[in-house]
């Protein structure tokens, strides 16, 4: 150990010195919590580079305690279904590939407590966007029981500076994640992909229009009847109080 933290020494060379195998060197390294080289600064030692590992899984005690906020950006499907409606054949990925649909951008909020979500299907993710779509999730979280009272984003500009006023008009405190650590907000992360597999390509839709109908209706499920693994088996609704 005293090698790896003065030295800065891997495996390699630690295993020279002690006549052991480079790998049973970095067994040992990996068993006592040091970091990999490549994430310490070379002159300091200091960890530079975060790390994924999370120590403690973490849950707020009440609804409304913290909440996730993320976008999601979803290529748009073309009039009349794109491959997964027509198959590979007959030129359809080359067609999609030429065809230039643009991008819709599925922004989420996610309650820590109970895992209860929201989403919308918007054209952006400008500012304006971000905190209009913010002051929805807000009436339907409370329409739900669901007082929001932290937040938690990453840093793009449109959370950091375009959340603020409505943030302090409702007297909810933002939190931001450290830079390039997505895991941070993980349980946002968590119902993005969800989304792609369950709803967004689930089934071959044939007309964008038929893809952002069908999100209300899986997010209805999800919140009500869908099982969560994290919630003993429950959905999201037996978190919270009836209103």
Known sequence: MDLRRQQRCGPEWIGAELGVAARTVSRVLVRHGMPRLASLDPITGEVIRASKVTA???EREQPGDLVHMDVKKLGRIPDGGGWK??????????????????FDY????????SRF??????PDEKGTTCA?????????????GITVRQLMTDNAWAYRYSLRGLCAA???????????????????ERINRTLLTEW???Q??????ERTAALAPWLENYNTRRRHSALEGLPPISRLQPT
């Not at 979500?117 to 918007?122: D, F, G, I, K, N």
């Open 56 to 58: 403690v899984r973490y």
């Open 85 to 102: 409606a027509h198959g590979r054949g007959a030129g359809s990925i080359k067609r999609d590939r030429n065809t230039t649909v643009g």
């Open 106 to 113: 599925v922004h989420s909020l996610v309650d820590d407590h």
């Open 117 to 122: 979500a929201y989403s919308e299907v918007l």
């Open 132 to 144: 209009a779509f913010l002051q929805r999730a807000i009436t339907e979280f409370g329409a739900h």
């Open 170 to 188: 409702k007297d909810i405190k933002q939190i931001f994640i450290k830079p390039h650590c997505p895991w941070q907000n993980g349980k946002v």
């Open 200 to 202: 967004a390509y689930r």
């Open 204 to 209: 071959a839709y044939t007309s964008n229009d």
